[in-house]
């Protein structure tokens, strides 16, 4: 972490809002979805999700597994009793989730038809961090615009539910931080990757904290992109000089590099990075 490093909070009012939403519908729902990056499986995970969840099953969706490590893909998606990696680029899903809802939900469902219920339509919450991609996630498996999707923080601000067939509901809700980050690496990291609005941030050491990252766990990678010595003593200097990026007396304009190197990586045009390792 660079020196001047801050302490990283958002929790607007619109969450607090759903927060209280989610826990009164919590009471119809039979499992809930939580959609994670790929990218920060463990930074992603929102702990009130968990509070929310209490007795539900939970099905984690390793989101944006596209963008991350396939190495580290397979390593995370061991670490959890129900889950499924799904790419960002719209690949078809549908299938796919809603047999692994119905495999979860299996007993409840035999119950159902013990009791005479020969169709029981079984009702998920999709919830998450914000940016996470949970309204793309939504569309892809409704296969139309039924969820607003940007690649931006706080789009969704209110709950609805969505028939995608006979067997299956989802309940949208918006992206949910908590109120207070105990842990500032997973704040900063979440910041790395849209789900903290900007104009709170500390930009310039997110930047210092990433590429630090990035020449311990993946060189080369900074070097591939810009065509510098990753190792130099100046690095955002370097970068910013090779890419042109400068004011008109020549110096390097920083807060241009700053943004073109978030930019970059949000966009993963530095190579699929995961940001955490999920071990052995």
């Known amino acids: ?154 789009v969704t601000k209110s709950l609805q539910w969505i028939r995608i067939n006979e067997d299956v509901e989802l309940l949208d809700t918006p992206g949910v931080l908590w109120p207070k980050f105990e842990n500032q690496d997973d704040a900063r990291l979440l910041a790395l990757l849209g789900s903290i609005k900007d104009d709170i941030l500390d930009k310039e050491d997110l930047v210092l904290f990433a590429l630090d990252y990035l020449k311990k766990e993946y060189p080369g990678a900074i070097q591939k992109r810009y065509e510098v010595d990753e190792n130099g003593k100046d690095l955002l200097e370097e970068i910013g000089r090779r890419k042109q990026l400068l004011d008109q007396n020549g110096t390097v304009n920083t807060l241009r590099t700053i943004d073109m190197i978030l930019k970059d990586i949000r966009s993963s045009r530095l190579g699929r990075i995961s940001w955490q390792s999920a071990g052995e």
């Open 1 to 154: 972490m660079s020196e001047k490093s801050t302490s990283i909070n958002w929790f607007p009012g619109h969450m607090a809002k759903a927060r209280r939403q989610m826990e009164e519908q919590l009471k119809s729902v039979d499992i809930v979805i939580e959609l994670r990056d790929a990218r920060i499986p463990d930074a992603s995970a929102n702990p009130l999700i968990a509070q929310l969840a209490k007795n539900k099953p939970v099905l984690v969706i390793l989101n944006k597994a596209d963008l991350s490590d396939p190495d580290q893909n397979v390593k995370w998606r061991r670490r959890f009793e129900h889950c499924l990696v799904c790419e960002s680029t719209g690949k078809p899903i549908k299938k796919e989730v809603v047999s692994k809802v119905k495999e979860i939900l299996k007993d409840k469902l035999e119950r159902a038809k013990a009791r005479g219920i020969r169709k029981k339509v079984l009702r998920a919450m999709v919830a998450g961090i914000p940016n996470v991609g949970k309204s793309t996630f939504i569309n892809n498996i409704v296969k139309k615009k039924a969820a607003k999707a940007e690649n931006r923080p706080g």
